[in-house]
C-alpha cells in the first residue's frame, strides 16, 4: 500500500534535516566548539523517522544515539539540540551534558538516553507496564542497536514484556557493528528477529534504509501493542556509515560493505520513491535543502548565544 504523500513529505523533510543537523554538528566538532564524543548518526534516518512517525502525540519513545530523526520528528527543535550539543543552558538537559545522553523531555513523550546499554529498554519496558496498569491507550517505544541486543537486559525485557503483554514496541537498528565488533563477533544467528519466537512476541525482519518498510512496520506494531496485542521486536536492517563515534575511522570496516550500502542510502531510497510518484523534483529539493540550511543557521546563532549553565545548578535535576 502506498503511503500518503503528505507523510512523505514529512519524512523527508525530518530525514533531511537530521543528517543536515548531523553534518552541522561535525563541523561545529571540527571547530572544537563541541568536545568530547560526537555520534553519527547517518545511515539511520529512515529508521529513526520511520518509527517515530508511528507514534501517536501521547505515547512515550527512548531514542539512542544515533536517532537524532527522532528527537526531531516528536518535536525537539534543532536551537535546543545544537544548544545541548554546545552544552549551553538552553540544551535539552540544559548543559549537563554535551552530547545525546540525557537528551529527554517528557513534554515531547521523549525519555532521555542513558548511555549504559541497554539500559533505556528496561525504563521502556516499565513504562510499558505503568501504562497496562493504568489501563491508558498509550504505547512504549525503544530503539536499541545489534550491540546491545547481545545484553542480558535485552531478553529480560522481551521475556518480561511478552509475560505481561506489555504494549512495547522494540525497534532493533541492526546497523551491522557495535564499536568495532561486527555482528558475527557477537552472535551466532542470522537475524536478531528470530529471537522474538522465543519469548513468543512477534518478531519482524525490514529493510532499514526504506522508510515505507520501517513506517508500515511500526504502525502495525503500535497498533497491536495498542490493542493489547502485546509487545513486537522489530529488526531494521542498516548500516552505520560513520566510525562509531568522530574519532573512530572505522578501519575495520570492509569498503565493499560501506559501498553496498552507501548505495541502499535512505535519504536517496525515499527521494526516488517520491520522484517516481511525481512528488519531488530537483527545484523542490533544492528549495527545501536552503530552507533547512536556514533554520540551522538559525538555530546555531540561537545555541552559540546561549549562555553556560550557573555552576551553583549543577546539583539541581539529579537524583545522588
Ligand atoms: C554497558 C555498556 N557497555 C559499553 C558501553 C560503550 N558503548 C557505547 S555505544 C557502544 C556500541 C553499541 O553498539 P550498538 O548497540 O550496536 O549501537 P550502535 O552504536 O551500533 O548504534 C558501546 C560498546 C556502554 N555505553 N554501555
Ligand atoms: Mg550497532
Same mark, same amino acid.
Given at each position: ?7 512523505? !513529505? ?28 560526537? $555520534?553519527?548518526?547517518?545511515? !539511520? ?26 528527537? %526531531? ?38 525519555? =532521555? $538516553? ?18 497496562? %496498569? ?31 503483554? %506489555? ?15 561486527? %555482528? ?22 525490514? @529493510?532499514?534504509?526504506? $522508510? ?15 490493542? =493489547? ?57 533544492? @528549495? ?27 546539583? @539541581? =535535576?539529579? $537524583?545522588?
Amino acid at each position: 500500500m502506498e503511503l500518503p504523500p503528505e507523510l512523505l !513529505h514529512q519524512a523527508h523533510y525530518w530525514m533531511r534535516l537530521a543528517r543536515a543537523l548531523d553534518d552541522r554538528g561535525t563541523f561545529l566538532h571540527k571547530q572544537s566548539k563541541i568536545v568530547g564524543g560526537y $555520534f553519527s548518526q547517518i545511515g !539511520h534516518e529512515a529508521v529513526s523517522v520511520g518509527a517515530a512517525l508511528a507514534l501517536g502525540p501521547n505515547d512515550v519513545a527512548a531514542p539512542m544515539h544515533r536517532d537524532l530523526g527522532a528527537y %526531531l520528528a516528536r518535536g525537539i527543535h534543532p536551537r535546543r539540540i545544537l544548544s545541548q550539543y554546545l552544552g549551553r543552558v538552553d540544551g535539552v538537559s540544559r548543559g549537563r551534558d554535551a552530547n545525546m545522553h540525557g537528551m529527554g523531555d517528557l513534554n515531547y513523550g521523549i525519555v =532521555g $538516553f542513558i548511555s549504559h546499554l541497554p539500559a533505556s529498554i528496561g525504563v521502556m519496558c516499565g513504562m510499558a507496564h505503568a501504562i497496562a %496498569l493504568k489501563g491508558e491507550p498509550r504505547v512504549a517505544l525503544a530503539f536499541f542497536g545489534d550491540g546491545s541486543s547481545s545484553q542480558g537486559l535485552s531478553h529480560e525485557v522481551m521475556n518480561w514484556a511478552s509475560v505481561f503483554q %506489555l504494549p512495547l514496541v522494540l525497534i532493533c537498528e541492526n546497523n551491522q557493528y557495535a564499536y568495532s565488533t561486527p %555482528l558475527d563477533r557477537q552472535m551466532h544467528i542470522e537475524h536478531i528477529a528470530d529471537r522474538a519466537a522465543g519469548y513468543a512476541m512477534p518478531g519482524v525482519i525490514v @529493510e532499514g534504509n526504506n $522508510f515505507c518498510a520501517v513506517h508500515t512496520a511500526t504502525v502495525e506494531a503500535v497498533a497491536r501493542a495498542r490493542s =493489547g496485542g502485546g509487545p513486537t521486536l522489530i529488526e531494521c536492517k542498516t548500516m552505520r556509515m560513520r566510525g562509531h563515534a568522530i574519532h573512530d575511522n572505522m578501519a575495520y570496516v570492509p569498503k565493499e560493505l560501506l559501498g553496498a550500502w552507501e548505495r541502499r542510502d535512505p535519504i536517496r531510497h525515499l527521494e526516488d520513491h517520491m520522484r517516481d510518484r511525481g512528488l519531488l523534483d530537483d527545484s523542490k529539493l533544492a @528549495e527545501l535543502l536552503a530552507r533547512i540550511e536556514q533554520e540551522l543557521d538559525e538555530a546555531q546563532a540561537f545555541a552559540e548565544n546561549s549562555p553556560y549553565p550557573e555552576a551553583g545548578t549543577v546539583i @539541581e =535535576g539529579v $537524583f545522588a
